[in-house]
């Protein structure tokens, strides 16, 4: 077993946690949005500004993406860094 969990390793992985959360629910706006588009019907009309808000939508999804993967490392590290400390000796 690896090194006790320390309160400055607590705050890390409730950071990670955050940032991964924040990117999913990016994530998730972005496709409610984009699911919205799909089910709306597109007058020819108002076709422009329907691509401008998929390409935002896109954006978006990307951003949120980016996000949750910078997460997923952020939580990698953490538990590598918990990983690779010294055992404890009883």
Do not use: E, N, Q
């Not at 020819?44 to 490392?73: E, M, Q």
């Not at 939580?75 to 009883?90: N, Y």
Request: charged content about 15%; glycine content about 8%.
């Amino acid at each position: 077993m690896s090194g006790a969990v320390t309160a400055a390793d607590r705050r890390r992985d409730r950071l990670a946690l955050a940032i991964f959360a924040g990117g999913a629910f990016l994530y998730l706006l972005a496709y409610l949005g984009m699911h919205s588009l799909a089910y709306s019907p597109v007058v020819s009309d108002l076709a422009h500004p329907a691509l401008r808000r998929f390409t935002w939508l896109w954006i978006l999804s990307l951003a949120g993406l980016t996000l949750a993967g910078a997460g997923g490392v952020a939580m990698l590290l953490s538990f590598w860094r918990w990983h690779r400390r010294p055992k404890d000796v009883i």
